[in-house]
T-cell receptor, first 113, second 114 residues
Framework: AQSVTQPDIHITVSEGASLELRCNYS??????LFWYVQSPGQGLQLLLK??????LVQGIKGFEAEFKRSQSSFNLRKPSVHWSDAAEYFC???????????FGKGTRLSVIA | SQTIHQWPATLVQPVGSPLSLECTVE??????LYWYRQAAGRGLQLLFY??????ISSEVPQNLSASRPQDRQFILSSKKLLLSDSGFYLC?????????????FGPGTRLTVL
């Protein structure tokens, strides 16, 4: 079965600084990988996903993520953070079959002036 | 385009009362449907999922149940609520067809059990 780890529970960055959120997964084959964002009191919104092909994936809101098979990672990056990026971020991994996604416990991002 | 609805948006219920939360999806057919719960300060907990009408898989044994009476309707129920049932309940849909795909989430229901 697949699993996913988000090592950072809470990260604080300054507005305009770069951001990297870590995600490590465990799965015996090439997984499907996702990043979602959740604002307080809202549902989850898909930022980007990786199924196959180019390992650098572009998403919405200026985010990107890179699939690194050798490191079993799918880290989320943004070159310049905006105050509106403050939210909870979830990484998820899916197996190549009809089984539910497995979500990480989330990383809460705070943005300071 | 596809849309997913959840209602009610917020709910305050006394301990021991029944519960019914509804989720409906528009613009797609035969979706996979999911119920998740978020307790305060915690991640997503998968409660139930369904790959078709009347087909329910339970991930966590508890006093909640789920039903799928129609293709695009997914209901979460309880006969007697516990304090520990408080949380944010999220419904999600995914294209079926027998393989993993992107999940799309509804706006959620905030349940407070007093």
């Amino acid at each position: 079965a697949q699993s996913v780890t988000q090592p950072d529970i809470h990260i604080t960055v300054s507005e305009g600084a770069s951001l990297e959120l870590r995600c490590n997964y465990s799965y015996g084959a090439t997984p499907y990988l996702f990043w979602y964002v959740q604002s307080p009191g809202q549902g989850l919104q898909l930022l980007l996903k990786y199924f196959s092909g180019d390992t650098l994936v572009q998403g919405i809101k200026g985010f990107e993520a890179e699939f690194k098979r050798s490191q079993s990672s799918f880290n989320l990056r943004k070159p310049s953070v905006h105050w509106s990026d403050a939210a909870e971020y979830f990484c998820a991994v899916g197996a190549r079959g009809n089984t539910p996604l497995v979500f990480g416990k989330g990383t809460r991002l705070s943005v300071i002036a | 385009s596809q849309t997913i609805h959840q209602w009610p948006a917020t709910l305050v219920q006394p301990v021991g009362s029944p519960l019914s939360l509804e989720c409906t999806v528009e613009g797609t057919s035969n979706p996979n449907l999911y119920w998740y719960r978020q307790a305060a300060g915690r991640g997503l907990q998968l409660l139930f999922y369904s790959v078709g009408i009347g087909q329910i898989s339970s991930e966590v044994p508890q006093n909640l149940s789920a039903s799928r009476p129609q293709d695009r309707q997914f209901i979460l129920s309880s006969k007697k609520l516990l304090l520990s049932d408080s949380g944010f309940y999220l419904c999600a849909w995914e294209r079926g067809q027998g393989r993993t795909d992107t999940q799309y989430f509804g706006p959620g229901t905030r349940l407070t059990v007093l």
